[in-house]
């Protein structure tokens, strides 16, 4: 990750708000906690299937990213699947890479006898594997029914792979259609991220701060901090984008501080909409941003 421009003028050591999902900088806000908790006492557990939802910007991939690195500590096989968009030959090829498996992995059914001799291995020495999917609410339907499958596979101590699915809310709706009722009883665990409230987002912001190299933060002061909240709605990663902008905006203008005025002139460039705001309706999302600004493949050019 480049490093900010703003960085030496501010003494930061890192990016305070780099846009990828880095548990170096996790804030532990009650539901992100829970929520990681959660996944881990579902793996520990060994409790199948786990659904994770929240809307875009929320921190489900982070909470993956820590849980991998949890697992990793563990010395634990998993396989992440990040790319939903696959046909069940390709779902079969990515897993079967990310668990190294030693076999024909074009062929399904090479797939599933390593894949089912590695869960055996590890099961024997008292261990269990896991797959995490993000963005499932991507999955095609013929994909979702092999994840289901894969599910069954077990022994006397209980499931041999715990399933993680990762997605926007609408993975929920798309797990009550009636087809996909047997895979929904099978979950045993669901958590949901939520946008963080108002005290939590200033603890968010002065967190990252800390993290990377400010400790006692001057730059955002209790009226900007307050007008950040409202106008990135406690969404995570719109909260990241504007104080990128404003550190930028600040340094800019050679000032130590943010001011209302550098956020509107940040929100403007971002095209930003919240409750109040006037500006024109059109292309707007439910949390009333520009979708362009959650979508993280097209934030390249924004400060990332
Ligand atoms: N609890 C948290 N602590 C630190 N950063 C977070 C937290 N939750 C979200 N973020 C940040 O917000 C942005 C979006 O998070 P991400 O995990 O990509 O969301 P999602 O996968 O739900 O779209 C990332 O920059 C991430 O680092
Ligand atoms: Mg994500």
Redesign the pocket.
Known sequence: MQNAIYNPYFGFTENPF?????PE?????PQ?EEALANLIYGVRGRKGFIVLT?E????????LECLRDYLDSLRTEFAFIFNSRLTPDQFFEMMAYDFDLRCDRKSKTDVLFALNALLLSQAERGRTCVLLV?EAHNLEWDVLEEIRLLGNLENRQGKLLQIILAGQPELDRKLDAPNLRQLKQRIVLRCT?NPLEPDEATA?IET?LARAGMPNQTVFTPVVLEEVYRRSRGI??II?LICDNLLVTAFAMEQKAATVDMLNEVCQDLRLEWPGSNRDKRGKSRFGVDEDLLN?TKLTSLGD
């Open positions: 780099n846009i990828t999902p880095d900088f996790l804030y532990r806000s992100h929240g875009v910007g929320t921190g489900k991939t982070t909470m993000d991220l968010y990252r995570p990663r990241n993280p």
